[in-house]
């Protein structure tokens, strides 16, 4: 085998664990945290459909694809908070507004939760020990996004409070 032959394999076979290592950081390291407020929507028609509407938002991730700048700023608008009366789970609903440097992109948000049970009554903390979160598209059964809920919570007081963090598995 000639030199030449013997420094291309070396090369090669020297920068496939950076080439392996940045893909596979790519497809899994990306994650999200979300704090949201929320206030409990009076309607005395509907006493038992229970709604609550986001009040404040606070989001961040590493995801490249939704801020290729690292620098946006997030806002959620339309944000809603309701259990889903047939599963016993909560859902988010919303439009997340992505404002770059250079360009500004809103997504639809479904978020499917799954929660514990009730740890207490009235002034209640509920652990969120599973869910998903679909940004953009259809992003309730095809998201451009998905991303997996690792950890959550979900405090019932004055107001809804509501943690998450997400790894991305789409």
Known sequence: MSSYAIMLAVSLISTMPVIFNYSIHMAFGQELDMKADFMRQENEFLYDDVVYDMVTFNFTTNDNRICPSNTC????????????????EYTVDGKLNVNGTSESTTYDVRMDLKVNEMHEEGNRTEQINAGTIGIGGNALFSPIYKYQVTNGTLNFGQSTLLYLHATKIQ
């Open 73 to 88: 700023t997030y806002t959620f608008d339309d944000g809603q908070l309701s259990p889903d009366l047939i599963s016993g």
